[in-house]
Every structure is written in structure tokens, then in C-alpha cells.
């Protein structure tokens, strides 16, 4: 069945940009039918959208992140990334890739702890 | 933005007994809900989309039923395993912009 991994830094200094990628297996991006997405969820909070990619590479992102989001796609290694620019304290989270289709998102990444610190 | 609003904030009860868990949005979503189930230190698990369709090996005992702004969660009988934070979700196809719920812990009492 398809597994998404995610891989990056676990610390990133504040106003440098924080980058994951999302290494899927088991199925390919390119197949097509479903979105490519991001998830973060603050410490001890609920889960927030970050946006999701189609293997064209049509992006849509949170409105309250567009500004600073970018999410691409590499199909000849069947990844997605995310690049966050200019991060705070207040992007300090664990970051989940997941497929979505229909209404709903699965499977999921395990999830990759990204703190935000000097 | 769509809020979803899910109540309660914790749910008290004990196995074999049945939960309910409620999803309100503030504006229609049709049938664009999912529902997932999260464990301390797991990713959320998808147990339900499009409102009512389970997800491939979710049991029976789970649930899902509503449309336009409210939306239910139903374990028929609680297993220990169940005990969780549930989550809902809905999908805004333009523009494009899914929301979560803030979480129903459903706790043993």
C-alpha cells in the first residue's frame, strides 16, 4: 500500500526558510486522482492545512501562509517538498504529509517534529 | 473560512458503552467531512469521508452520518483501543481551503 515518508532538518533558525520533502512508496505521484498535501500541528494543538500539489503541479495554500509557503513536486523521484520562508517560533511543529482525496486525507506521514530556535 | 466546531471538548465513558461525537460547520459543506482518529505520538488516521463512507479497514463499530452543517460521529461500542482525540475535517473546493476542528478527546472514564 503507499507510505509517504517525510525528511528534513529538525531545527531551523528563525528567518531562514524550513524545507521537508515527502518521499512516497507503494504507489506513484504521477498516477494521478489525488492532491499531495501538507499538514502541521502546533504542540499540544490541532491539526492546520498548509496546502496540497497535484503531480501537474497546480498548488493551492492556506491563505493565512500563502505568502510564505511553496510546495513542489519531483515525479521522476516521487516526492513532494515544502519550503517555508521566513519561520518564527510560531511555525514550530510537527509537519505530516498525507494524500488527499475525496474529502479526506490518507495514509499520513509519521510526522517530523520541526522546532524553530537560535 | 469555514469553522468547524465539535463538541464536546472531552467525552467520558467506558468500554462496551456508545460515543457520540458532533462536527458543526458554520456554513454548508454538503458532504465534504471526514473524521479521523489520533493517539499520542501517531499521525491522525482517516475513519471516515464524504460524511458516511468509512475508510478501507476502519471496523464497523465507526460511524459517520450528516450533511450540509452538522455532521455525527458514532462508535457503536467502545473497544479500549479506541480512546483517542477525533478530529473533523471539511473541503472547500473553491476556494480551495480545508479546515479541522479544534478535537474531541474521548476519554476512560
Known amino acids: 500500500q503507499v507510505q509517504l515518508q517525510e525528511s528534513g532538518p529538525g531545527l531551523v533558525k528563525p528567518s531562514q526558510t524550513l524545507s521537508l520533502t515527502c518521499t512516497v512508496s507503494?504507489?506513484?505521484?504521477?498516477?494521478?486522482?489525488?492532491?499531495w498535501s501538507w499538514i502541521r500541528q502546533h504542540p499540544g494543538k490541532g491539526l492546520e492545512w498548509i496546502g496540497y500539489?497535484?503531480?501537474?503541479?497546480?498548488?493551492y495554500y492556506n491563505p493565512s501562509l500563502k505568502s510564505r509557503v511553496t510546495i513542489s513536486v519531483d515525479t521522476s523521484k516521487n516526492q513532494f517538498s515544502l519550503k517555508l520562508s521566513s519561520v518564527t517560533a510560531a511555525d514550530t511543529a510537527v509537519y505530516y504529509c498525507?494524500?488527499?482525496?475525496?474529502?479526506?486525507?490518507?495514509?499520513w506521514g509519521q510526522g517530523t517534529l520541526v522546532t524553530v530556535s537560535s | 473560512e469555514i469553522v468547524l466546531t465539535q463538541s464536546p471538548a472531552t467525552l467520558s465513558l467506558s468500554p462496551g458503552e456508545r460515543a457520540t461525537l458532533s462536527c458543526r460547520a458554520s456554513?454548508?459543506?454538503?458532504?465534504?467531512l471526514a473524521w479521523y482518529q489520533q493517539k499520542p505520538g501517531q499521525a491522525p488516521r482517516l475513519l471516515i469521508y464524504?460524511?458516511?463512507n468509512r475508510a478501507t479497514g476502519i471496523p464497523a463499530r465507526f460511524s459517520g452520518s450528516g450533511s450540509g452543517t452538522d455532521f455525527t460521529l458514532t462508535i457503536s461500542s467502545l473497544e479500549p483501543e479506541d480512546f483517542a482525540v477525533y478530529y473533523c475535517?471539511?473541503?472547500?473546493?473553491?476556494?480551495?481551503?480545508?479546515?479541522f476542528g479544534q478535537g474531541t478527546k474521548l476519554e476512560i472514564k
Open positions: 456554513q454548508s459543506v454538503s458532504s465534504y
Open positions: 500539489i497535484y503531480y501537474s503541479g497546480s498548488t
Open positions: 475535517q471539511q473541503r472547500s473546493n473553491w476556494p480551495p481551503l480545508d479546515t
Open positions: 507503494g504507489g506513484s505521484i504521477s498516477s494521478g486522482g489525488y492532491y
Open positions: 464524504d460524511a458516511s
Open positions: 498525507a494524500r488527499a482525496h475525496s474529502s479526506g486525507y490518507g495514509p
